[in-house]
């Protein structure tokens, strides 16, 4: 075998020139497409960019925008709860204030009642003492006339049934005799108070009537009454009485301070005695005060005289008289209170 090379053939000019050509033009559409493809590409890629960009642009406005609304809308949001809360306080407080205008309401109808009940207990009570400690019927049978009359007013119906007892212990006081404690206490009071003016027995001055002459006689002259006068004061000089005590003319005067202070004691004991209505001890007094007054005093006086009228008309009135209670109505009352005021509780 030989090393020479193979021989090489040609191709002939024209023949080559011709397949060239339309493998360029090929060549150089093919370029084309692809250029204007990528420039057709990069034109959509640009627009989408640019889309996308508004677009994000436009998000973002809007997210800008809705986070204000956002803002706008908590703010509302907080107002309105705020004015909520608001309305849901003033709403508590007229709830409130309605639960204690019916509870006050409750409390004033319910102690209107407890006010007459009251009133009418204190009514009661005052005439309860009037008939216990000074034997005024008068006084404890208006008090109770005075109870009736505030029951009466109330205008209630479940106050019948007091009223009733209440009517019971009237009839009762008005049945009573009249035993006028205060007024005679109130008499004793007044002799009391006349003791010291009162005169003596012993302080009296008998009474010199001029002598006139009778009808007829002449004028005595002057001489004549001139002794006359005279005579006169010197009988004056010294006096004599008749006293029908026989040791009313014992008295010194100093004694006579004593007379009258033993008397104002001797009344103020049987002024207790009526109010204790100790009828023994009470007529012991009288009698006891109306004799010294006979006895040491001048009955002549009008004081005097009208103590000792005084003294006697004590001395004759009843005293102990056996007087009713009203403890039926006091009872009733308290009775009626009672389940109000544990109901109040």
Do not use: C
């Not at 639960?99 to 102690?111: C, D, I, K, M, T």
């Not at 007459?116 to 216990?132: G, K, S």
């Not at 400690?133 to 007013?153: E, H, P």
């Amino acid at each position: 075998m030989s090393d020479a090379p193979p021989p090489v053939v040609r191709a002939p000019r024209g023949e080559a020139g011709a397949w060239l050509r339309p493998a360029l033009i090929a060549l150089a559409l093919a370029i084309a497409a692809l250029a204007w493809g990528w420039w057709h590409e990069r034109a959509e890629l640009a627009a989408v960019r640019e889309e996308v960009a508004q677009r994000l642009r436009d998000a973002a406005n809007e997210s800008k925008e809705a986070r204000v609304v956002a803002r706008e809308a908590q703010e509302a949001l907080r107002d309105a709860l705020a004015k909520i809360g608001a309305l849901e306080a003033k709403q508590l407080e007229s709830q409130s204030q309605q639960l204690s205008l019916e509870s006050l309401y409750q409390e004033l109808s319910r102690s209107r009642d407890d006010w007459v009940l009251a009133e009418v207990e204190q009514t009661l009570a005052i005439a309860a003492r009037e008939l216990q400690l000074a034997g005024n019927v008068r006084a404890a049978l208006a008090a109770l006339q005075t109870a009736d009359a505030r029951l009466a007013r109330s205008d209630r119906p479940q106050f019948l049934g007091l009223r009733k007892v209440i009517a019971r212990d009237i009839e009762r006081l008005k049945a009573t005799p009249d035993l006028d404690i205060a007024g005679m206490t109130l008499r004793i009071d007044q002799v009391i108070a006349a003791v010291d003016q009162m005169p003596l027995l012993v302080d009296g001055r008998p009474s010199a009537a001029a002598a006139k002459p009778a009808a007829g006689e002449p004028e005595p002259g002057w001489w004549a009454r001139s002794w006359r006068k005279v005579w006169d004061e010197f009988k004056g000089l010294v006096r004599v009485q008749r006293l029908d005590a026989a040791d009313a003319s014992l008295l010194a005067p100093e004694s006579r301070y004593f007379l009258r202070e033993n008397l104002k004691l001797r009344l103020l004991h049987a002024r207790l005695a009526l109010l204790q209505r100790d009828e023994q001890a009470f007529r012991t007094d009288v009698k006891a005060a109306q004799g010294w007054l006979t006895r040491y005093f001048d009955t002549r006086n009008k004081t005097v005289a009208s103590a000792v009228q005084t003294l006697g008309a004590l001395n004759t009135a009843a005293v102990n008289v056996e007087l009713p209670t009203i403890a039926d109505s006091l009872n009733a009352v308290r009775t009626y209170k009672t389940p109000r005021e544990r109901g109040g509780k």
